[in-house]
Nanobody, 118 residues
Framework: QVQLVESGGGLVQAGGSLRLSCAAS????????MAWYRQAPGKQRELVAT???????NYADSVKGRFTISRGIAKNTVYLQMDGLKPEDTAVYYC????????????WGQGTQVTVSS
């Protein structure tokens, strides 16, 4: 079973920065892509950013220019650098891994709370 462990959430003032981390308990060769999603109270979960095995990235329009997704040297770790945070960025942030091979499937982390105060 694949496990994703997230960290780095917290409370920050508007304009501040946070860095989220997500480590997967699986070989890099089994990970096709990784992504960050978020879910605010009363809203549907939405895609924030993705990064594939080749390093290509994609962002939601609402975070372009403020958030940066990257993969660690080990490549089974993904980061989300969040700068210029706004109160509307407040949500639970989830990591997701798209896994291929014998344990193929989509796996989610437990979520980490990000709260941005005005």
């Amino acid at each position: 079973q694949v496990q994703l462990v997230e960290s780095g959430g917290g409370l920050v003032q508007a304009g501040g920065s946070l860095r989220l981390s997500c480590a997967a308990s699986i070989s890099i060769f089994s990970i096709n892509a990784m992504a960050w999603y978020r879910q605010a109270p009363g809203k549907q979960r939405e895609l924030v950013a993705t990064i594939n095995s080749g390093g290509s990235t994609n962002y939601a329009d609402s975070v372009k220019g403020r958030f940066t997704i990257s993969r660690g040297i080990a490549k089974n770790t993904v980061y989300l650098q969040m700068d210029g945070l706004k109160p509307e960025d407040t949500a639970v942030y989830y990591c997701k891994a798209f896994v291929v091979g014998t344990t193929a499937g989509d796996y989610w982390g437990q979520g980490t709370q990000v709260t941005v105060s005005s």
